[in-house]
């Protein structure tokens, strides 16, 4: 009868954590002249004036809840009172290399936050698999939404940018909350990046996938959405940016996946541009293509 008591009360303290999957434990305002992006985009306590938008502009620290694990997170949130669609932002790298921070959102998305969008993005778990289990951190964010006052947790959208976009084609394979999503230069077959990147592989996904080198073919099958293009939302849609003179994603990856998503009739679009990873010389086209894309599908 004790065994039997024990079990229940286990089944029901494991239930009860994982419904609370993307509760918001702690939200802290930052103040963005005390960030380290603040010296480069203002001169004696004064936003340069492309970067005046953020001052309509609140961000916010959070730890939310993921499968009983504590994740950090930021949120942008325009100061104008009002309900805005939500679109959730994955970032790349891997483990500390190129974490989300205030700097990161500032240059990729607080255009288009400006625009009336609450943006959302995960750090992920300090275990990182990637493409692994914390993918879950990304998908429990739309329950964070349903937390903050300004967010239409009906009206999501997903950017990911280099690994990030990993995240969002998995996203895309694994939730039907995702309205349309935006990938930047995201790895589409990860047996053709560790073969153009061998260091990927041994330095990277060797490293943060369990039991990887037991398991070497299907893990990569898992994190590689051109296996399983047929899989995607079918009522979500996809835009995809490539740089033709990226040195980390092959671009000839997002040419594969375009072909599948024809295959299948998926509802998408890939525009090329002559830059690199990081759109360095692409910039403001990159944020006019992004606020664009999410007017169009997500606000219409």
Request: hydrophobic share 35%.
């Amino acid at each position: 009868m004790n065994k039997v008591l024990t079990s229940i009360i286990f089944i029901l303290f494991i239930s009860i954590g994982f419904s609370q999957n993307g509760k918001i434990l702690s939200k802290k305002l930052v103040d963005i002249s005390k960030t380290p992006i603040w010296n480069r985009i203002s001169q004696d306590g004064q936003l340069y004036s492309n970067f005046k938008h953020l001052n309509k502009l609140d961000f916010y620290f959070i730890t939310y809840q993921s499968d009983n694990l504590k994740v950090r997170g930021i949120v942008i949130e325009p100061k104008e009172n009002g309900k805005y669609p939500v679109v959730i932002f994955n970032r790349g790298g891997n483990r500390d290399f190129a974490q989300l921070t205030v700097g990161t959102l500032i240059m990729y998305a607080s255009k288009l936050a400006e625009q009336g969008y609450v943006i959302i993005g995960s750090n992920y778990r300090e275990k990182d698999e990637f493409g692994g289990a914390e993918i879950n951190d990304v998908l429990n964010l739309t329950e964070t939404v349903k937390e903050i006052d300004k967010a239409d947790p009906n009206c999501i959208g997903m950017f990911g940018w280099s690994r990030g976009g990993m995240m969002t084609y998995l996203a895309l394979q694994k939730s039907d909350k995702i309205e349309t999503a935006i990938v930047g230069n995201g790895p589409t077959d990860l047996f053709g990046l560790i073969f153009d990147r061998p260091e990927m592989e041994s330095k990277v996904i060797a490293e943060c996938v369990p039991n990887y080198l037991d398991n070497k073919e299907s893990e990569l099958k898992k994190r590689s959405v051109v296996y399983w293009a047929n899989e995607l939302d079918k009522s979500s849609s996809l835009l995809i940016l490539c740089g033709t003179n990226d040195k980390r994603v092959n671009p000839k990856q997002a040419d594969i996946i375009a072909k599948k998503l024809t295959e299948i009739n998926y509802d998408f679009e890939l525009k090329n541009y002559q830059t690199d990873h990081y759109f360095t010389e692409y910039k403001s086209e990159l944020n006019k293509l992004v606020i664009d894309w999410f007017d169009k599908r997500l606000k219409t």
